[in-house]
């Protein structure tokens, strides 16, 4: 085993030979939007973005179902599983099977298996005093999804967030393999400062990220300040209250989608500093167009993380 529990990282990585490792990993969760096929499209990317954040390949997929039988159609389960095929194809890979229960509340994902060398996984820790951060992806997904379902989001929301979600990480850890990062984690529940935290405390440095530079899908500012946050959310504020150091000057809603829930989304990238604009233009040219430098990384303080 080259890569375990041991520092909260994105998949688990086990050497099958000298040039040969296998990246696991496995997510699901209960519907955020309204339409099963795209619900399955984003189900499956969010599962495929583990392997591209170690930087591994994903080669095969296994459904993971929990169904309401009787409650629903079951064509509602056939177009799920139709979109999570889709996005599995996109990706290179196969879905090889699954495996089915009778529960009451849906859910869907997926367990992904993918291909690595194991002189070049990447792994959320390694970052290195003087380094940049840079995210992917823009943020907000949680806080949409939730005023989705409250009828408060606006239709360009919701597109921007279906469309961020529904990415995949592939081009993005393409880019990244090809240059000589740190660390890298893709950001999903626990939030950019909660995936932050983990990066820091697990290379023992202190990152900085500035709420000015954060990447935002439209309209996730107003809906923050309309109250639209999810009980994610509010666990990870608890959980990171020692952690993590908020100056007092940051508005209120940039804290509420630094600690949102993001689903499906974008890798967070640790480069030496000299090389983060180069980084950022590869991305940017390969149509990763939000890419950017959202922090830093200091020597170790009183806490992991800041947000200023």
């Known amino acids: 085993m080259i890569v375990g529990t041991e520092t909260s990282d994105d998949a688990g990585v086990f050497r099958l030979r000298e040039d040969l490792a296998i990246v696991n990993t496995v997510d699901f969760f209960t519907p955020i939007v309204d339409d099963p096929y795209t619900f399955g499209q984003i189900a499956a990317t969010n599962a495929l973005s583990d392997v591209y954040a170690m930087g591994g390949e994903p ?12 409650k629903l159609d079951l064509e509602i ?3 799920i599983i139709r979109g999570g095929s889709e996005r599995v194809r996109a990706a290179g890979a196969v879905v090889i099977g699954g495996h089915s229960i009778i529960d009451n509340e849906l859910k869907y994902g997926m ?10 996984v990447i792994r959320n820790v390694g970052v290195q005093p003087g380094d940049a951060l840079i995210l992917t992806k823009p943020l907000g997904t949680g806080i949409i999804t939730t005023a989705l379902k409250g009828k408060k989001a606006s239709a360009a929301s919701v ?6 979600m529904t990415a995949l990480n592939d081009i993005a850890s393409a880019v990244m393999r090809r240059a000589a990062v740190h660390a890298c984690s893709d ?3 626990f939030g950019l400062l909660g995936h932050s935290f983990e990066m820091a405390s697990g290379s023992g440095v202190t990152i900085v990220l500035e709420s000015r530079a954060l990447p935002l899908l439209p309209g996730a500012r107003a809906l923050a300040r309309q109250g639209c946050l999810t009980g994610g959310a509010r666990r990870n504020r608890d959980y990171l209250s020692d952690k993590v150091g908020v100056k007092a000057s940051v508005r209120s809603d940039l804290v509420d989608i ?4 993001q689903t499906s989304g974008g890798l967070l990238i640790a480069v030496p500093t000299n090389r983060a604009d180069g980084l950022i233009d590869q991305l940017r040219s390969r ?22």
């Open 59 to 70: 080669r095969t997929a296994l459904n993971i179902v929990g169904f309401p039988k009787g």
């Open 77 to 79: 389960l056939t177009e």
């Open 111 to 120: 367990a992904i298996t993918g291909v690595v060398h194991p002189d070049r």
């Open 159 to 164: 597109r921007a967030a279906v469309a961020s």
């Open 187 to 189: 950001v999903t529940g």
């Open 258 to 261: 630094a600690f949102d829930p």
């Open 287 to 308: 149509g990763i167009v939000a890419a950017a430098q959202v922090g830093r990384a200091t020597r170790a303080e009183d806490v992991s993380v800041r947000l200023v």
